[in-house]
């Protein structure tokens, strides 16, 4: 199904589950390449979620700020390979979300665990904001805020699952957003963690 959030927002239910096991082994490829950590924001607080990132530019988060980078700071290598699943599920996802041509060139994967959190806050570290994001949840529920353009907005709690694929684009791309705690809900297959991955063109 496909429920419509914002005026060029939409909620794909399901729509990587065909996937799925492709993605858990390129999230498993890049975790070894480049393992989950959490980023120190600019107040000097460590994050509750934890992150990694692959393809052309990642995004960092230290005392210095926010920005994309072409390697990791922990090892100074490049970030790892963005996986073809992680690729042919954004270009299609945006495509069916009246997005065509998306080419993406980043992806953020953050790892929740119980109690983790994503206070409100704007995507705006990426070079250009014609272009789309789409983000994929697999493991535990959670609960997605969806606020407006000014922070104090009124946000909707919207559900995201194991296999859901959301497309921001166009007017929304700059709303306020965030995640509730995680509460714990085990997953059948992956116990109690979320990954949320959002491919990307930073560059
Ligand atoms: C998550 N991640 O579930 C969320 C979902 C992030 C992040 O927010 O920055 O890693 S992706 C939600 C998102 C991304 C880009 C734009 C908008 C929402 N939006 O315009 O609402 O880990
Ligand atoms: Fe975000």
Known sequence: GRERIG???VVLRGY???????LLAGVDAV???APFRHMVTPGGLPMSVALTNCGDFGWTSDARGYRYTREDPRTGLPWPAMPEAFDTLAREAALAAGFPGFA????LVNRYQPGSRLSLHQDKDERD??????????????????GGHERGD???HVPLFHGDVVVWGGVDRLRYHGVLPLKDRPHPT??????????????
């Open 16 to 22: 990587a589950l065909p996937a799925a096991r492709a």
């Open 190 to 203: 992956l116990g109690s963690v979320r990954i949320n991955f959002t491919i990307r063109k930073a560059g």
């Open 129 to 146: 904001y014609d272009a789309p994001i789409v983000s994929v949840s697999l493991g535990m529920p959670a609960v997605f805020l969806f």
């Open 7 to 9: 005026a060029q927002s």
């Open 154 to 156: 009124k946000a909707v």
């Open 104 to 107: 993406p060139d980043a992806c």
């Open 31 to 33: 975790r070894r390449e």
